[in-house]
């Protein structure tokens, strides 16, 4: 599968604990993107990395939010001390210079 | 005023009819503009993308972009009952290095056979 992936796939964790989303980008694609989706909405956009510089953050991207992408290939997201408000789907895509955006199958996340 | 407008629906069409779906922005300099197909429970899936004034053809589906009006539209013809989704437009930034996609809430459609 050459598509962008994610993992885990689901995440059920409670209120207070710190987790850990990973993804995987198209072999090759420079650009790497974290948007998150709740129940009914659009995906918002959070954070996003050229290479391995992280050159836009959302104001979304609370404190508690962390992201990386320490080589320019897979980059991890990090979320401290969730709170239910954390609870969505996160999705990460990843793309070829200023092309199009293609996303992997997104982390659910749900903080009890 | 959102940045992305869609009418969140849900649509109802027959099956082999014409579904019609529209999409309006704020941004006026915005010049990307991208329709995403969306299942339940699954991710975003690309299903065009335009650039330029006019429609553009895939396939059964026909985009259609005005920018004086900030309108984007997308057509399916002959809807078939795996059309039934959530459709997302979405719109990028108009600045070099404005990189994000800023996306309607989407129309959830319904092909009924």
């Known amino acids: 599968d050459t598509g962008v992936s994610q993992d885990p796939r689901h995440k059920i964790t409670k209120r207070g604990q710190n987790v850990t989303f990973r993804c995987d980008p198209i072999?090759?694609?420079?650009?790497l993107y974290w948007y998150r989706q709740t129940l009914g909405q659009g995906p918002e956009f959070l954070t996003y990395?050229?290479?391995?510089?992280?050159?836009?953050k959302s104001r979304l991207l609370s404190d508690r939010f962390s992201a990386e992408r320490p080589k320019g290939s897979f980059s991890t997201l990090e979320i401290q001390r969730t709170e239910q408000g954390d609870s969505a789907m996160y999705l990460c895509?990843?793309?070829?210079?200023?092309?199009?955006?293609?996303f992997g199958p997104g982390t659910r996340l749900l903080v009890l | 005023q959102k940045e992305v407008e869609q009418n969140s629906g849900p649509l109802s069409v027959p099956e082999g009819a014409i579904a019609s779906l529209n999409c309006t922005y704020s941004?006026?300099?915005?010049?990307?503009f991208f329709w995403y197909r969306q299942y339940s429970g699954k991710s975003p899936e690309l299903i065009m993308s335009?650039?330029?004034?006019g429609d553009k053809e895939d396939g059964r589906f026909t985009a259609q972009l005005n920018k004086a009006s900030q309108y984007v539209s997308l057509l399916i013809r002959d809807s078939q009952p795996s059309d039934s989704a959530t459709y997302l437009c979405?719109?990028?930034?108009?600045?070099?290095?404005?990189?994000?996609?800023?996306f309607g809430t989407g129309t959830r459609l319904t092909i009924i056979p």
């Open positions: 895509a990843s793309s070829f210079s200023m092309e199009t955006q293609y």
């Open positions: 072999s090759e694609h420079n650009r």
């Open positions: 990395f050229q290479n391995e510089a992280q050159l836009e």
């Open positions: 941004d006026r300099g915005s010049q990307s």
């Open positions: 335009i650039y330029s004034n």
């Open positions: 979405a719109v990028k930034g108009t600045n070099f290095g404005n990189e994000k996609l800023t």
